[in-house]
């Protein structure tokens, strides 16, 4: 089972780290991306990377490989359509940061029942083959949906392939992590860059930034069409927490004005931020994946901060 | 003149680190603290410090010292009083955040003349002597207010002090200072505080934040006190830029809402962040204090990106 061998579809910066860190873990591992560059960079740093997916699909229905989908968003349905021709029986998860639209997509194209969506949270503001890192994942939390569907093999299969990767595994349910995704990734995108475009407007401020303006900007870097793509595909959980954070805001704004104390709003941040540096991550060990309410039970757990360091045991019987 | 003594009032976070780096460039300097923890920390740590003001203060006017204010705004006026009684002739500058506020309550009290402000654009979210850094300010802009009052040699003996402790000083004039300090310092610390109030209230977040959720609210773990006092003392100029990032939210917030791109704030937010990473440094050597129309032209050389990164030469003649 732990032999399972991994496609990754998509070599770019998630999907080069990826193959990367499976590979150092001993993993078989082969990947597609469509541009020749990033094939032919991936190989000269000795990997096994094709330009054409028909055939890594066959290749993966052959080796019945998980298939990781690692390309944007806007590419997801021609390459599930892909999928279903030539590989669909092969296990199938993502890595895409906004996890119900991949699952309505994987839905429609009826390949609901292998598919077991992925999410790691990590990155940084580059992109491309060239800034993968075998190490990008370790201790950071990978999201694995557990959602009403889920197969505990295949959901078990893509456990193993994030803690392999280094990751800690946290379980949720999409949609849940869709809401939890647009506050702590896709809200601190849209205030880093009204941070920056509001500062870009003011003469002296860049010869003056410090610390405070460069973390808050980080993110800033990211390139649009990736911020772009993330927030707009989760706009249903981004808009009630940016609509959130602009009445605090306002808030603050309001008793500025009044010259009235902040203590509102920065009392309630400093208090928030306090609990987060002390947010624990106890392990979950207790679980059996696919015993009785197994989804409900991961999903409970990975709410109260719950992660897996390493692998659960699986059930044979299915539910 | 570079041997001009120093004396530090207050031995927090700044001051203590100014003290530690002023020591190690050489200079002789002592300092005051309230609190005789402190005094007897830096004593320990072989610092030349005191919890009786007026022994420092009869010091420093006995040494012709160069009086660094290192209090919170709250405190300034008291401590200027004692200044005006028992070392009014003393060089007096300052390293609060807030420029403009600073300077009136200079004036209130008369001692204008001898004062130049300053401010090191440098911090961490610690405070206290302990968490001093003789290293805090290596490469750090260092504000030195170029204002129409600033007698060119107090102002060349805060040039000196800001270098010796490893900074680059920025000339800038109070009120520009603090357009610019409340866009690059204040508002990114309502932004973290609003980040992390919002987080704080969506279950799964904390479980899931990664690097773009813990840069943006690193400010907000700064004791809700100083946030406070420098947003609060600066509120004229925060609340238009302020309103300007609310203005930029609220409308990527009906971008969103109905469907349509993020793009005017994606693109804005990336652009001013790019700009902001090439953004040059030139060396200001041609001006000397004390020249004709020294103050503009290092004012406008500041608002140019200029910064000052070896010692003016001083004219001896006074404007």
């Not at 597609?32 to 000795?46: F, K, L, P, T």
């Not at 809200?187 to 003011?202: D, K, N, Y």
């Amino acid at each position: 089972m732990t032999n399972t061998p991994v496609c990754v579809v998509g070599l770019g910066l998630i999907g080069g780290s990826l193959m990367r860190a499976a590979h150092a873990a001993g993993r078989e591992v082969f990947g597609y991306n469509r541009s020749i560059e990033a094939v032919q960079a991936a190989r000269a740093d000795g990997f096994d990377a094709t330009e054409h997916i028909d055939e890594a699909l066959t290749r993966a229905a052959d080796s019945e490989a998980l298939i990781v989908l690692a390309v944007p968003v806007p590419a997801l349905r021609p390459m599930l359509e892909r999928i279903r021709k030539a590989a669909p029986d092969c296990p199938l998860t993502d890595v895409t940061s906004v996890k119900s639209c991949v699952a309505d997509e994987v839905r429609a194209v009826g390949l609901l029942e292998r598919f077991v969506g992925g999410h790691p949270m990590a990155g940084t503001a580059q992109s491309g083959w060239a800034a993968g890192d075998r190490r990008l994942f370790d201790g950071a939390p990978w999201v694995v949906s557990v959602d009403d569907h889920v197969d505990p093999h295949v959901w078990a299969m893509v456990m193993r392939l994030a803690l392999d990767c280094g990751a800690v595994v946290v379980p949720a349910r999409s949609d849940e992590h869709d809401a939890a995704a647009a506050t702590i990734s896709h809200l601190p995108h849209l205030l880093a860059e009204a941070l920056a475009a509001t500062a870009g407007e003011v003469p002296l401020a860049f010869a003056l930034a410090a610390g405070s303006f460069r973390d808050g900007t980080r993110v800033a870097a990211t390139a649009p069409d990736l911020v772009r793509a993330m927030c707009e595909a989760n706009a249903d959980q981004v808009l009630p927490v940016l609509d959130r954070t602009i009445d605090l805001l306002a808030r603050a704004r309001s008793a500025l004005s009044a010259q009235k104390p902040l203590t509102d709003l920065v009392e309630a941040g400093h208090a928030a931020r306090v609990r987060y540096e002390r947010f624990g991550r106890p392990e979950i060990v207790t679980t059996a994946v696919g015993a009785d309410n197994w989804r409900a039970e991961l999903a409970a757990a990975g709410r109260a901060g719950g992660v897996i360091r390493s692998a659960l045991p699986v059930l044979d019987s299915r539910e």
